[in-house]
């Protein structure tokens, strides 16, 4: 999918959360954790860009900088070419109604002291004026949209399914028609079966309405059903952006080849080529120099611990550029 500047709705640019640790009484300063460090993407109207990535790369915390649920040290984050980051808190509320998210626990993010119905409607009543009876036919229409019975408004989170909680979330999401949608893992917490309806519900909500979604996930069975391009993620910095086919037909970063060789092969006649990840990541208190990936890289040579390779464009095509952060790829 094209993202060229009249079609772009998100303009990411070096952004950085680093945490720094209170410093404590007679006790030596902490190095910063630099859960993100130097992030830069577009997303494009209507498109789904996936961050992926092991556990602890920054995923989440890049997602959540996105709409200021986590305040960004630095960078840019420009949505219709405003930066939110200048934004006061007021300007910010405001501007929300054009960024929502869905949690990854369906449970956890629904108040239990609020029915259904209220929980979808609380948007509409932060950002709309409609009277109550117009907002109630509006919840019923969402409840719809996502699969979820009319007659199931007046009930409460525990009396649903964990499917059907994520699906209320979807709704509660959808309810100010949002440009951008952040998804943070939004199915890893549900059954397979359960998972395929949610990701395919996702899928034909964006083609209805055009949304965007930046999608967090670490299945990439799931990645490559949903996604038009993806980013790899490796301790607070990306080293590979690529169209979904692209990048899982021919991945380039020797950390992204890895991650592939990891996924399940459905035929067991088939024998799975592993690429064996060695050793444990690094700190993000205490990244190593130059590539952050050179100590377990199998193609490491000195260069890579001396200097940082750049996230350059190695091709073009009519989906898109194929960026790598390797010296040799």
Known sequence: MSTDNNNTLLRVEDLRK?????????????????????????????????????????????????????????????????????????????????????FQDPYASLSPRLTAGEIVAEPLRNFGKQSASERRERVQWLFGKVGLRPEAIDKYPHEFSGGQRQRLGIARALAVQPKLIICDEPVSALDVSVQAQVVNLLMDLQAEFGIAYLFVAHDLSVVRHISHRVAVMYLGRIVELADRDTL??????????????????????????????????????????????????????????????????????????????????
């Not at 960004?72 to 501007?95: F, H, I």
């Not at 750049?310 to 390797?326: I, K, P, Y």
Request: hydrophobic share 30%.
């Open 18 to 102: 680093h945490y720094t640790a209170p410093r404590r009484w007679l006790a030596k300063a902490q190095p910063a954790v630099q859960a993100v460090d130097g992030v830069s993407f577009t997303v494009a109207r209507g498109e789904t860009l996936s961050l992926v990535g092991e556990s602890g790369c920054g995923k989440t915390t890049t997602a959540k900088s996105v709409m200021r649920l986590i305040e960004p040290t630095a960078g840019t984050v420009q949505l219709n070419g405003e930066d939110l980051l200048k934004l006061s808190p007021g300007q910010m509320r405001e501007r929300r109604r054009d960024v929502q998210i869905i």
């Open 248 to 329: 899982f037909s021919a991945p380039r970063h020797p950390y992204t080849q890895i991650l592939l060789s990891a996924v399940p092969v459905p035929n067991p006649r088939t024998p799975a080529q592993r690429m064996l990840l060695q050793g444990d990541p690094p700190s993000p208190a205490n990244p190593p120099s130059g590539c952050r990936f050179h100590t377990r890289c199998p193609l490491a040579q000195p260069v890579c611990k001396e200097r940082s390779p750049e996230l350059s464009t190695r091709e073009t095509s009519g989906t898109g550029e194929h960026r790598v952060a390797c010296h040799f790829r």
